[in-house]
C-alpha cells in the first residue's frame, strides 16, 4: 500500500511520523512524507520518500493575532493546501493527516482514496478537559467542555471557512459546510490514531470507537549520529544539569523568551543545557530576527559555548539526552497548538 503521511507544522510535528513512517515501511508499505521544506532530511534520513509542502510555519507563528499575522495564516492555509494536493496527486492509497492538514480529507474524497487521522494532539471532543487548541485555562465542565470542542469543529473562522469551499470548488466537490463535514466523518467513524502515551493523557472515556491511543511515534536517531562538540564534556564537567527545550518558540520569539530563561537558572545556581532551536536554524540562536538572535547571545545562549553554566544546543536526541540530565522543562507545544499563543511568556 502507497501510505502518504501529511505532517503539516514544525519539527515537533514532523519527527513523530518519520518514526511512524519507519515502522509503516517494517511493516511492507511504501511511505511517503508531506511535509515542509526545512524537515526534508528528518523524512529522507529516515529513508523515506519526501514530498514538498510550500510555507513557512515558523513565520505564521511569529505573526501572531495581529492582522499582518492572519493575512499570513491566511495565506500560508492556502499553500498548505495546494501543497497537500500536489503531494497526493503524486500517488498515494491512503492518507495518513494530522490536525493542521485537515484539508486533506476533502483531497482524499476528490481523489477516491482512503484517510485517517494521525494527531498529536486530542483535539477531539471530550467531557475529561477543555479543548487544547483554544485559550481555554481550566475546566468548563463536561458539558461545557464537550460543547466548546465541537463548536471548533463546526464553526471554524470565516477564513477557514471560505479556504475549504476554495478548495473543494477546485477539486470539483460540491460545497460542504464545516458541520457537514464534521458530521459526516462522525457518522463515518472516521478513524483518528493519537501518537502519545496513555500514561501521559489516558484516552477519554467518553471518546466513540474509532478514536485511539497508540503510544508515541519516536523518531529513528541519525545513523552515525554523535553528540555536538563539547556536550559531553560539559555534561561530565560537574552534576548532571536541568534540561530546558523552547522547541518551535525558538525560531518565533527567540531571545526574549531564552533571556529570563537563563536568568531564572543562574539566580536557581543551575547549570543547564537549552535547546535553543533545529540546527538548521541560526547558528548562534535559534531566531527569526537578527534582534532575536542578539538577545539570545546576550542572554548566554551561544551554541555549544557552556559559558556561566549554560550550554546552547541544536537538535538532539532526547533518548539519549534525557538519562544524562537532573530534570526536564519541555515547551509541550504540540505544533498548532503554539498558534493560540502569539507572545512570549514573561
Do not use: C
Not at 135 to 152: C, D, E, Q
Not at 270 to 295: F, P, S, Y
Amino acid at each position: 500500500m502507497r501510505v502518504l503521511i501529511v505532517g503539516v507544522g514544525t519539527r515537533g510535528d514532523v519527527a513523530p511520523y518519520a518514526g511512524l513512517g519507519v515502522r509503516l515501511r517494517a511493516a511492507g508499505h511504501e511511505v511517503a512524507i508531506a511535509a515542509h521544506e526545512p524537515y526534508a532530511r528528518l523524512v529522507t534520513d529516515a529513508g523515506l520518500e519526501f514530498r514538498a509542502i510550500p510555507g513557512d510555519p515558523l513565520a505564521v507563528l511569529a505573526g501572531g493575532v495581529r492582522p499582518a499575522g492572519v493575512r499570513g495564516f491566511v495565506e500560508y492555509g492556502r499553500q498548505v493546501e495546494d501543497g497537500i494536493v500536489a503531494a497526493a496527486e503524486q500517488g498515494a492509497d491512503v492518507l495518513l493527516l494530522n490536525v493542521p492538514a485537515s484539508a486533506g480529507w476533502h483531497v482524499a474524497e476528490a481523489l477516491g482514496i482512503a484517510s485517517m487521522g494521525v494527531h498529536l494532539q486530542p483535539v477531539e471532543p471530550t467531557g475529561d478537559f477543555p479543548p487544547v487548541l483554544g485559550p481555554f485555562t481550566r475546566s468548563l465542565g463536561r458539558w461545557g467542555n464537550r460543547v466548546a470542542a465541537r463548536t471548533a469543529f463546526v464553526m471554524p473562522s470565516p477564513a477557514h471557512a471560505g479556504s475549504a469551499g476554495r478548495l473543494r470548488a477546485r477539486l470539483g466537490l460540491p460545497p460542504m459546510s464545516s458541520r457537514e463535514a464534521y458530521r459526516r466523518r462522525e457518522a463515518a467513524g472516521w478513524p483518528v490514531f493519537h501518537g502519545f502515551s496513555p500514561l501521559v493523557l489516558p484516552r477519554p472515556g467518553d471518546w466513540r470507537a474509532g478514536l485511539e491511543v497508540t503510544g508515541y511515534w519516536w523518531p529513528e536517531r541519525e545513523q552515525g549520529w554523535r553528540p555536538p562538540n563539547g556536550l559531553e564534556d560539559f555534561l561530565e564537567a560537574g552534576p548532571p544539569p536541568v534540561f530546558v527545550g523552547l522547541g518551535s518558540l525558538a525560531g518565533t520569539h527567540g531571545g526574549r523568551v531564552a533571556e529570563p530563561v537563563v536568568r531564572a537558572l543562574r539566580q536557581a545556581g543551575l547549570r543547564a543545557v537549552v535547546q535553543v532551536g533545529a540546527a538548521d536554524m541560526a547558528a548562534d540562536m535559534a531566531a527569526d530576527t537578527k534582534a532575536d538572535a542578539k538577545a539570545g547571545i546576550k542572554a548566554g545562549i551561544k551554541a555549544g559555548s557552556g559559558a556561566d553554566g549554560v550550554f546552547g544546543l541544536g537538535e538532539v536526541p532526547h533518548d539519549w539526552l534525557f538519562p544524562r540530565v537532573a530534570a526536564v522543562a519541555h515547551h509541550a507545544g504540540a505544533g498548532p497548538a503554539l498558534l493560540h499563543n502569539s507572545e512570549p511568556p514573561s
